[in-house]
């Protein structure tokens, strides 16, 4: 994703022009690659029609997308069902088949992310995820489509072990023109988060988003440090942080499913962002991520343009990534 200036000569976040290619066009471009691992292979089987060996190349082609044992074998059990009843005579039925089955999975945790207002204290957002996975990209991402909204939007530098992290939020900051709440690298993240909290209240922000450390999912000291984060924000507002978005790159395909069972475990997550589907044909992790979590999927990222991270909508998903007419 974006990279970052510091003396290690990295580079600061570059403005990026989304395409003026409508967004049902970007997203089937960037589902291509996990497209052509499943419904490339899936227009070859639906062209020789429904066989005996239709289960076992349909499992096959799931499994290689990253769709999960287990999402998989649901899908599986009523395309079997219906190949017992004889509903499905043809590459086309088939198909039909098995995008109710996926819209089946997906329907249920496609659900938007709401901003409750008016209210007495800013809605927190807590930004959580490994380094790599695009958090502090989305989090600028992120600001512009709520300011979209009509949303008055702060941040909170809660990565303070970067320094890089801090500068690249300020830059997101200066870009989307939001004040960033900010202290020296290595000052306590909860005390950063805390501090922003009141100046958002004080200045009336509808929204804070607070970015935090994002060492590897393994570490309990990393899990230690954001429930100290939510503890502190509990002293301002019970009910902060409002929402605790999981930023997951879709290209690392289980190994995301498990990091987000590891964080919702030990801080509990509301939702889920899930990044990077232009670049890996491991986009069935959706899949995966509904069957095994069941939490709402509120954000996809499929590029680097500015408007890039939608809403996440489970008929346009199963469509782009069948490439459904």
Same mark, same amino acid.
């Given at each position: 994703m974006f990279g970052f200036k510091?003396?290690?000569?990295?580079?600061?976040?570059?403005?990026v022009a989304s395409p003026t290619t409508g967004w049902l066009a970007r997203l089937t471009g960037g589902l291509a690659r996990t497209r052509e691992a499943l419904g490339?292979?899936?227009?070859?089987?639906?062209?020789?029609?429904v066989s005996s060996d239709t289960l076992d190349e349909l499992e096959e082609l799931l499994l290689s997308a990253d769709v999960g044992?287990?999402? !998989?074998?649901? +899908? $599986?059990? @009523?395309?079997? /069902?219906? $190949?017992?009843?004889?509903? $499905?005579? @043809?590459?086309? /039925?088939?198909?039909?088949?098995?995008?109710q089955n996926m819209l089946a999975l997906l329907t249920?945790?496609?659900?938007?992310?709401?901003?409750?207002?008016?209210? !007495? !204290?800013?809605?927190?957002i807590l930004m959580v995820g490994i380094n790599g996975a695009g958090k502090t990209t989305t989090l600028g991402k992120l600001t512009k489509h709520l300011q979209s909204d009509g949303y008055q939007v702060?941040?909170? &530098?809660?990565?303070?072990?970067?320094?890089?992290?801090?500068?690249?939020?300020?830059?997101?900051?200066?870009r989307n023109q939001v004040p960033v709440i900010a202290q020296a690298p290595g000052a306590d993240a909860a005390a950063v988060i805390f501090d922003a909290l009141q100046a958002a209240t004080a200045r009336? &922000?509808?929204?804070?988003? *607070?970015d935090t450390a994002g060492r590897l999912h393994t570490?309990?000291?990393?899990?230690?440090?954001?429930?100290?984060?939510?503890?502190?924000?509990?002293?301002l507002d019970p009910y902060a942080p409002h929402?605790?978005?999981?930023? +997951?790159? *879709?290209?690392?395909?289980?190994?995301?499913?498990?990091? &987000? $069972?590891?964080?919702?475990? *030990?801080?509990?997550?509301?939702?889920? &962002?899930?990044?990077?589907?232009?670049? !890996?044909?491991?986009?069935?992790?959706?899949f995966a991520l509904a069957q095994r979590l069941g939490l709402p999927i509120r954000f996809i990222g499929v590029g680097e343009g500015v408007d890039d991270l939608r809403p996440f909508r489970a008929e346009e998903f199963v469509d782009a990534l069948l490439d459904t007419p």
């Amino acid at each position: 994703m974006f990279g970052f200036k510091t003396a290690k000569n990295t580079d600061l976040p570059k403005e990026v022009a989304s395409p003026t290619t409508g967004w049902l066009a970007r997203l089937t471009g960037g589902l291509a690659r996990t497209r052509e691992a499943l419904g490339g292979g899936l227009q070859r089987l639906l062209g020789r029609g429904v066989s005996s060996d239709t289960l076992d190349e349909l499992e096959e082609l799931l499994l290689s997308a990253d769709v999960g044992v287990e999402a !998989t074998r649901l +899908i $599986l059990a @009523d395309i079997q /069902q219906r $190949l017992g009843r004889r509903e $499905l005579q @043809d590459g086309a /039925q088939l198909r039909a088949a098995l995008r109710q089955n996926m819209l089946a999975l997906l329907t249920p945790i496609a659900k938007p992310l709401v901003v409750e207002r008016p209210r !007495t !204290t800013p809605f927190v957002i807590l930004m959580v995820g490994i380094n790599g996975a695009g958090k502090t990209t989305t989090l600028g991402k992120l600001t512009k489509h709520l300011q979209s909204d009509g949303y008055q939007v702060m941040l909170a &530098a809660g990565d303070t072990f970067r320094a890089a992290a801090v500068e690249q939020l300020k830059v997101w900051g200066e870009r989307n023109q939001v004040p960033v709440i900010a202290q020296a690298p290595g000052a306590d993240a909860a005390a950063v988060i805390f501090d922003a909290l009141q100046a958002a209240t004080a200045r009336a &922000a509808d929204v804070l988003i *607070a970015d935090t450390a994002g060492r590897l999912h393994t570490q309990s000291n990393l899990m230690d440090e954001l429930k100290k984060v939510k503890r502190v924000m509990a002293k301002l507002d019970p009910y902060a942080p409002h929402e605790t978005l999981l930023v +997951i790159d *879709a290209g690392n395909g289980q190994n995301a499913l498990q990091q &987000a $069972l590891q964080f919702h475990q *030990a801080i509990g997550l509301t939702g889920i &962002a899930l990044t990077k589907l232009d670049g !890996t044909a491991k986009g069935g992790i959706v899949f995966a991520l509904a069957q095994r979590l069941g939490l709402p999927i509120r954000f996809i990222g499929v590029g680097e343009g500015v408007d890039d991270l939608r809403p996440f909508r489970a008929e346009e998903f199963v469509d782009a990534l069948l490439d459904t007419p």
